[in-house]
């Protein structure tokens, strides 16, 4: 399939670790995130996502931490397996201002083997 | 599968030219989003749909419009074509919307030459 995003940063990791992507959002008003991963040819999927409520949320093999303070947002995923390569982007969506969901840039993970 | 279907897949145009995208979202899904991704850019969001009415509006050109009908499909109007507007463009449905899981369909290829 077709590269998205040939120019964006890239996380490279050996199958077994744990990956952390980071993401900085803009919008103090926002209020619910998602981090979606995108594979080669396809369109999105949702991975998990975190209320502005809440600094932490986990979900199976990932963990969504959010820093309201710096506007951060990361996403941790444990025991990384070939699978798991993909383009991963963040998303917000402000309470306010037309509810118009924002995605981040995107950041390349790549797992060796 | 998300459940979303979107036709054509690829779609070849020349400029000036006028196309329609179609989406079907999930069955029971009320809410529609139409996404542009071009190759160096993340996603953007254009416009959101709540059952048949607008509900949030993005960075969606003047040269472009859509719309959901009753039986909740959406298309997408793309008029007086450039090459900038080349690009995938993606749907995504939702039970209710904004906040919540998106689930997005495969995405047209639009190709302007």
């Known amino acids: 399939g077709e590269s998205v995003g040939l120019h964006l940063p890239t996380l490279s990791v050996q199958e077994g670790d744990n990956s952390i992507i980071n993401c900085a959002y803009s919008?103090?008003?926002?209020?619910?995130f998602i981090w979606y991963k995108q594979e080669s040819g396809k369109g999105p999927q949702f991975i998990i996502d975190i209320r502005s409520n809440m600094d932490k949320r986990q979900g199976q093999r990932v963990t969504v931490l959010l820093n309201k303070t710096v506007k951060h947002l990361s996403l941790q995923i444990a025991a990384t397996q070939p699978g798991d390569s993909a383009v991963y982007f963040c998303a917000e969506t402000p309470s306010t201002g037309g509810f118009k969901t924002i995605f981040g840039a995107g950041t390349r993970l790549f797992v060796k083997a | 599968d998300s459940g979303v279907t979107q036709t054509p897949k690829h779609l070849i145009t020349a400029t000036g030219q006028r196309v329609t995208l179609r989406c079907s979202p999930r069955s029971g899904d009320l809410s529609v989003y139409w996404y542009q991704q071009s190759l160096d850019q993340g996603l953007q969001f254009l416009i959101q749909y709540y059952n048949g009415e607008e509900r949030a509006k993005g960075n969606i050109l003047e040269r472009f419009s859509a719309q959901q009908f009753p039986d909740l499909h959406s298309e997408l109007n793309l008029s007086s074509l450039e090459l900038g507007d080349s690009a995938l463009y993606f749907c995504?449905?939702?039970?209710?919307?904004?906040?919540?899981?998106?689930?997005f369909g495969p995405g047209t290829r639009l190709t302007v030459t």
């Open positions: 995504a449905s939702s039970p209710t919307g904004p906040f919540g899981e998106q689930y």
């Open positions: 919008n103090s008003a926002s209020d619910y």
